[in-house]
């Protein structure tokens, strides 16, 4: 979920989140490096949209936050459209990282979901602002495979697991570190259809004001 900050005068969209992670992973160091990394996958496209027959810049602005002392209230209370908040563990049933549905502000993550340059990070956070996975999951012949396309999908040798298994064979099928943020993602945001008021804001995502406990073994 975000905060879409419209500036013709400049020539820019730009979109505000602000991550607060909770529980037994989170530090300060760790927030700061998904958040930063959500950005730099995001802003590597440098995306662009057509507003009000302006050409804008898309700029992706994400603050991580350690929230020490978060309560379950204060996710349900919030109401402030910049506000995520992500339980942070080690341990997650089902090993892995999820958000509470396209469009939310709330989730869980897994920690060495998130390590290396995994693109998960960036993946989730692009349902957080609206995006579902493609419908079609084959994707051969079509070069870089976008952000938001799942584990599973098969993708040319060179974005598999192994580049010489057999598609759908161990090894066959997308490794997400091969992901990338593309015109097409920023696209299906559909940031022009956003309800913008008189000071050029709007709210991308909604609220799902979830807290989430801690996932046992």
């Keep these: 979920m975000g905060e879409a900050a419209l500036k013709i005068n400049i020539h820019q969209l730009c979109i505000h989140s602000v991550l607060f992670f909770y529980g037994d992973a989170a530090s300060d160091a760790f927030s700061i490096a998904i958040a930063r990394d959500i950005a ?3 802003n ?3 995306g662009k949209v057509i507003i009000k027959n302006v050409a804008c810049n898309v700029v992706f602005d994400i603050e991580g936050i350690w929230a020490r002392s978060l309560t379950p209230e204060m996710i349900f209370e919030n109401a402030n459209p ?6 942070l563990e080690e341990f997650a049933q089902g090993n892995i ?3 509470d549905g396209v469009g939310s502000n709330t989730g869980y993550f897994k920690v060495d979901n998130l ?4 693109t998960t990070a960036a993946h989730e956070y692009g349902h957080t602002i609206g995006l579902e996975h493609p419908e079609v999951l084959d994707i051969r012949g079509k070069g ?5 396309y799942p584990r599973g999908t098969i993708v040319d040798p060179e974005y598999q697991y192994s580049p010489v ?3 759908l064979a161990p090894g066959g099928t997308i490794n997400p570190f091969s992901r990338k943020v593309q015109q097409e993602d920023i696209d299906n945001l559909q940031l022009s259809r956003l309800s913008y008021n008189r000071n050029g804001i709007a709210v991308i995502g909604n609220f ?3 807290w989430h406990q801690q996932h046992q073994s």
């Design 144 to 148: 870089v495979p976008g952000i938001m």
């Design 165 to 167: 298994a057999a598609p």
């Design 208 to 210: 799902t004001s979830i």
């Design 115 to 118: 390590l290396n340059n995994s």
């Design 82 to 87: 910049r506000n995520n908040y992500f339980r």
């Design 97 to 99: 990282s999820f958000v």
């Design 40 to 42: 730099d996958h995001w």
């Design 44 to 46: 590597e496209a440098k």
